[in-house]
């Protein structure tokens, strides 16, 4: 991997031993950018997905079809950005219940009863497949060919285990004003850091509004833990992500208010194909 940016601002910024936890949390992931001049496409937004032959578009029961979000051929994707359990082969196709036919109906993490409608699909290689239409009722997006690059990602600050590595046994960030002196010039740069959020798969998530971990964290355990309580800290470091697709303005989409979609699954569900486990949440 030749991006280190992460890795540089630690050893820039903070002390050696606390740079060296800090360090060993970052994990690769695989970036993607709107693909010119011939680059490999390894996924697209919207367009048209390849549905294998006698599949049904994907719905959510009492509601309706599925707008067609993204999707993403695993063989393609550089290795060294995925974890182990990341399909080698086959693709995933990303459907979300966007609200073109009913505005005052959304996907929410914390509701299980709308869970339904955001699917993951996995096609396994070899599977005949055929381009498939929306259905009328829908307006498909528009494609937009993505190709891949390799690069670091951090987690959240407010995340359990980056709280640990930076703060010791604690179970909440202090008020700036209490916040460690040797802390805050890596606060600050990480802050400069960390602004675009852009199209992931795998490695740690860049949320708009806060660890999405806790989006589905929260919503597990049925809403019954408050923040920094241990239980609530276990069940956000089950969570990996899967995809973030951000609102792209190419291919006409906006989700919420300019925001990002994260789908997020636990690594035994990930190694296990077991899709229809990845949960999604929505922030903007």
């Known amino acids: 991997m030749t991006d280190e940016r992460y890795s540089r601002l630690a050893a820039e910024h903070l002390p050696g031993d606390l740079a060296q936890r800090w360090t060993a949390l970052l994990r690769p992931c695989v970036r993607l950018r ?13 367009g048209n997905p390849n549905l294998p032959a006698g599949a049904g578009w994907p719905e959510w029961p009492g509601h309706g079809p599925l707008s067609f ?3 993403v051929r695993c063989a393609a994707l550089p290795r060294e950005g995925l974890v182990e359990q990341f399909p080698q082969d086959g693709s995933l196709l990303f459907f979300l219940f966007d609200g073109q036919l ?4 959304f996907v929410s993490a914390d509701d299980p009863e709308t869970w339904a409608g955001a699917q993951v699909l996995y ?18 997006f528009s494609r937009v060919e993505l190709t891949a690059g390799t690069e670091q990602s ?27 002196a040797e802390l805050k010039p890596f606060l600050r740069a990480f802050g400069r850091l960390r602004t675009r959020i852009g199209h992931q ?6 949320p708009v509004q806060g660890p999405v971990e806790y989006d589905i964290a929260n919503a597990a355990l049925d809403g019954t833990h408050a923040w920094g309580d241990q239980p609530l800290d276990r069940e ?9 697709f951000d609102s792209d303005a190419e291919a006409k989409t906006a989700w919420g208010e300019e925001g990002t ?10 190694a296990a194909l077991r899709f229809d486990q990845a949960r999604l949440t929505v922030q903007g």
Request: no cysteine; proline share 12%; hydrophobic share 40%.
């Open 34 to 46: 709107r693909a010119v001049d011939g680059e490999q496409t390894v996924a697209a937004l919207g």
């Open 69 to 71: 979000v993204a999707s």
């Open 102 to 105: 009913d505005e005052d109906v």
């Open 123 to 140: 096609v396994p290689e070899n599977t005949p497949v055929f381009p498939t239409e929306a259905p009328p009722e829908l307006e498909a």
């Open 154 to 180: 951090a987690p959240d600050l407010w995340l359990p285990q980056a709280r640990q590595a930076l703060l010791g046994d604690t179970r909440h960030w202090p008020h700036p004003r209490e916040t460690p």
């Open 201 to 206: 798969i795998g490695g740690h998530a860049v």
């Open 236 to 244: 956000a470091e089950r969570w990996a992500l899967l995809a973030q």
């Open 261 to 270: 979609l994260y789908w997020l699954i636990r690594p035994e569900d990930l």
